[in-house]
C-alpha cells in the first residue's frame, strides 16, 4: 500500500507579481492522521486566526474524518506570518 502524501502550507511573498517568492515558510505542518489541509484565515475584533482540519476527534478513522480547528495568527515585524501552533484548546 502506497504511504498518503502529507502536505504542508506554505507561504510565500514577493515584490512583483513577476518575481520569484523571495520569502518562503511554513505556516502549519500535516496535521495528525488527516494528509490535506484546507485553511482560512480571518481578522475579527483586531485579531487574526487561522482556522484548518485535523483528525484528532477520530485518530484511527484515517484522512475522511476530519476535526475543524481554530488558532490565533501572529505576524513577524516584516509582516509575515509566523508558524501556527497547533493547540487541542484552540482560542478563547
Not at 515584490?15 to 494528509?35: C, E, K, M, Q, R
Amino acid at each position: 500500500m502506497q504511504k498518503p502524501l502529507l502536505l504542508s502550507v506554505l507561504l510565500a511573498g514577493t515584490l512583483s507579481v513577476f518575481a520569484h517568492p523571495a520569502n518562503t515558510d511554513t505556516v502549519i505542518h500535516p496535521t495528525g492522521n488527516s494528509n490535506t489541509n484546507h485553511q482560512a484565515i480571518i481578522g475579527f475584533k483586531g485579531k487574526s486566526y487561522f482556522i484548518y482540519h485535523n483528525g484528532a476527534l477520530v485518530p484511527d478513522a484515517g484522512s475522511f474524518h476530519r476535526s475543524a480547528c481554530i488558532d490565533y495568527l501572529y505576524y513577524n515585524p516584516d509582516g509575515m506570518m509566523k508558524r501556527v501552533v497547533m493547540t487541542s484548546e484552540g482560542v478563547q
